[in-house]
């Protein structure tokens, strides 16, 4: 084994049909696949700097795997096998080429997994029980808050204002993108040990509240300030809110955890 900074030509050859593969797969989201291109990109610029290695790439037999199921998921339509076989290429080819990254290459192909839109693309009674439960508690808080709430699945009545949680609208466009925040910042909190992956479930629950409070924080604004308000600006910016509510919750999190544990280490 060699380690150099410089990838060799043949190697970054390889890298660049992988790139070219999962610009592929995430178009296949459709308008959603901005988000996790961008978190794609962000999850690139944290492995940096890199140091490459030339161990023996494997045999081609072993590649057989994950080109089935990248063509099995184009012959199905279904985004899910594709990531499969994409994020097990990526396992194979950094396994051999990265000696060191900033970040752990062994977990963050589990970042590169939730990339790919294979959760509004293959399974959309996610996105349906996301908007569901996220109405249903916004409506729960402005029970408490004294509004007379009627609600029929996302539809909303509020104090008399009508709220209509859409897909566009409820965070499912953002919410691979999230995921994978959230994982790149478990990998930055806990790169080695077991707790990363007891963490790991806590990720998809700050995603539902953080786009939930969105949804609150949406109708709120819309009794107090007005319908139009609420539809301008305040919504356009509402997705940087909530990813910086995640943020915001999961370095929350972390830190309290991290202190926990190095306290209670001996």
């Known amino acids: 084994m ?4 410089r990838l060799p030509l ?18 296949q989201g459709g308008e959603d696949f901005i988000a996790p291109a961008l978190a794609a990109g962000f999850l690139l610029f944290m492995h940096l700097p890199v140091t490459w290695k030339s161990d023996p790439l494997p045999a081609p037999l072993v590649w057989s795997g994950p080109a089935a199921l990248f063509v099995a998921g184009n012959l199905t339509g279904l985004v899910l096998p594709q990531a499969i076989g994409w994020t097990w290429a990526l396992f194979l080819w950094s396994r051999a080429s990265v000696a060191s990254s900033a970040l752990p290459v062994g977990r963050s192909w589990i970042a590169f997994f939730f990339v790919f839109p294979w959760i509004t693309h293959d399974f959309p009674a996610v996105g349906w029980w996301f908007r569901l439960s996220g109405a249903a508690a916004s409506g729960m808080f402005f029970q408490l808050l004294g509004f ?3 609600r029929e699945g996302t539809r909303l009545l509020v104090g008399g204002l009508p709220v ?16 994978v925040a959230g994982v790149i910042l478990l990998l930055l909190y806990f790169p080695t040990g077991r707790t990363f992956y007891f963490l790991l479930p806590a990720i998809p629950v700050l995603a539902w509240v953080s786009n939930t409070a969105r949804i609150a924080g949406i109708t709120g604004v819309a009794l107090s300030e007005g319908v139009e308000f609420s539809q301008g600006i305040f919504h356009t910016w509402g997705g940087l809110a909530v990813t910086a509510l995640m943020v915001g919750l999961t370095v929350a999190l972390l ?4 202190a926990r544990i190095g306290k209670a280490a001996p």
């Open 10 to 27: 043949i190697r970054f050859a390889f890298a660049a049909i992988l790139v070219l593969l999962a610009a592929w797969i995430c178009f």
């Open 255 to 258: 830190s309290a955890l991290r």
């Open 2 to 5: 060699t380690n150099s900074r």
């Open 164 to 179: 209509n949680v859409e897909a566009a609208c409820a965070g499912m466009g953002l919410l691979q993108g999230l995921l």
């Open 148 to 150: 007379p709430v009627i």
